[in-house]
């Protein structure tokens, strides 16, 4: 009895804002990922998800965590994966590698790699890439912090990713989180990576860490340690202490975000 | 064919009015000297000559105006000039036979019945000019060669095809597009007009002057000549004309709009699809600006088209400049192919490739093609040949090569970076990296895979097998004269060999390093790091 008056009194407070803001309701018809204890959810297309991770040696992990959801994206009609990069940024950070790709298992055939000269044109290459219906994700890497991308710009691509159903990955780089309109925000540590099969001192299937810092997936679980296999993630075991980045880990958010953070949940 | 000999004067005159109050001469710097190098009818009337000296002519005539003469600049103005003339033929260029300037070469074919017949099409072409102040004379020949001698050497007129060799005749032999040297040497053995010339032994010319017989069987038609057009060649256009010039961007545009709906039907009618689209702006003080691109594959969607420019456009702002307006707007395609009607059905899937192709085309009409890639496979062993990065518009590809099952990084840097690598052993397993100035401790690793220098593109010599000691040739035998031996470096297999390993921290990042070249006597490997692995 109780459950039903509720949920109505807040649609109709909702509305009222929306009648303040004088602007329609947001239509983010993204609803809030599910999932279940012991297993990674399956998040949604039309997700906006930024993936921190510390500095250019980790930036073959971010890249795979998003490949691996973008793989199981993939659809007849939605077939190619877009990655966005300045172009002056490829020498730090380095390109997809065709074979490389293979060997992980996508098609190198279906990444299409756009090298944009500045940052006017890596947001407007990224809208572009977001409007279209037949993009199954793209993948946007950058260094820094730049000012062109600021709430303003993120809120305009997650209103995009959203309504066409694209799942963007922004891989970030470094310490410093600014306000965005992203969907969640994950924090990627690498962990030391599992036994091989065959040989007890090379590495084996790699291991990460990661910690959901903005966004709530149901529920409300916090932490993972994934294991990438060929198809999807695994969790090898419990969450466990951060280890090197308990001390470096920041503060969760400054103020903009959090307002940022309220904005894009608001349905 | 239209000869301005007068070009250069009356085009600076053109230029700037002030020039014309008096006479003008152009000089030019020929071995330390001063020398006239154009001249308007003016200055010939009075006694002055081409390659006069310059004091000489002042001394003849003060009032003369002198000016230093810009080649370059009256080439890059002529070539506009002519491309102008594209309203009129579409296939235009320069002749620069004699001179850089002043001859332009029109193909008429089935274009003259548009101005009412040639002898009209001549007059209108002629007449048009001499309004804007160039002295010019023209010839319609059914050769380029007849066309140049009649239009240099005879009054503009339209050669017909039975009277053309009595006409050629009777004209100097300078009308064969000569060289001077060569005009001395005719003029010495009295041959005057083309027609002496031609009744001369053929057998006896051939051996002095090859260059004369090509040049009479060129105007005679007996040797085809051809002619290579300035702008490209286009299959289907559409154009429209302007009676008072427009000169914004948004004008233009909204043009190209209307213009590709007008294509789009013209090639729907043909069941054809363009790939290539030209967009000519033709510009009232006679330039042109021509802008071409591509499209990822074969359509004729108008407003596929006209966004396509209006893209490069956007990118093009800062050097879009219509000077004092645009009379005429052309746009076509070419690169043409069968497109035939697709019926969408109802219940058929829609594929996404349509949609990815269009927004690849948008993506590079404004990025530059150079932006858009994707991987293309090479068969090669070496990391960085194995994939290379190919624009999405440049066409169809080969049968994809299957990458060999190995494993390799997803991300590789452009250009491997040195790192201070310390091993245990020189060929164990790497223990400790620097690289960007921060050290790693790396605890596992995997390796080596070894790949070896791809000698056969290398600019070196390959040493095989060792050559034969040369014997003493035996009495009464030719001696073996001793293998060639190209002069090149050895090609040494050690040096270019590298050793691949993966390597993980001991955070857990993963790394793809490699050394190159092998542990030798007085030999110190480099290490390299290459990639990233998740």
Redesign the interface.
Known sequence: MQAPERQQRLAALRDTIADIERKPALAEAVNRPRGEPGIFPALPAGLVQEVYVDGARDSGASLAFALTQAKSLLTARRSTIYYVQLADEGKHFGLPYGPGLHWFGIDPAKLVIVRVADMTEFLWATEEATACRAVAAIIAEVKGNPKLLNFTASRRLSLRASANRVSLFMLRYGQRRESSAGHLRWRLMPHRSGRHAFDDRAPGAARWHLRLEKGRIAGNQLDWMLEARKNGFAIFSKPVGLGRYQAETPLPGAAPALLGHRLSQAS | MLHLPYWATDYLKRAEPRLKENPLALYERIKGGLRLAALDPEGLQNGLRLGQNLADARAIWPALTVLEIDRPRLETAFGDFADWHSNASPLVSVMTDISRFGDLVLDITGVAHLFGGETEMLRTLIIRLRKLGYRVSGAIAPTIGAAWAVSHFARSQVVEDDSFAALLDALPVAALRLEESQLLTLGQMGLKTIGQVRQYPRKSLHTRFSQILLRIDQAFGAIEERMTPRLPLVDHLVEQRFADPISLMDDVLRTTHDLSVKLSKTLEAEGLGGQTFHLFLYRVDHKVMTLSLNAGRVTRDPEHIADLFRHRAQRLETEYDPGFGIDMVRLAASSTDRLDAVQTGAFS????????A???D??SS??GP????????VASRL?ER??R?VP?QSGQTDA?IA?????????????PEIVAIMAEVPHG?PASMV??G?S?RL????GPERLGAEWWRKQERLKLVEPPKPKKPEPGEKPVPPPYIPDLLLFNPDAGTRDYY??????????WVFRQGLYSKGNRPIWYLH????
Request: glycine content about 6%; hydrophobic content about 45%.
């Open positions: 899937i829609e594929e996404g490739t349509e949609d990815i269009r927004l690849n948008r993506l404004r990025l150079l932006a858009v890639l994707r991987t293309e496979m990391p194995a994939a990065l999405t994809p990458a060999p099952p190995l494993q390799r990084p997803v991300k590789l840097l452009p250009m397993l690289w960007r921060e790693f605890v596992s690793g995997q993966v390597v993980e921290d001991q955070h857990g990042s993963r790394f990639g990233f692995f998740p």
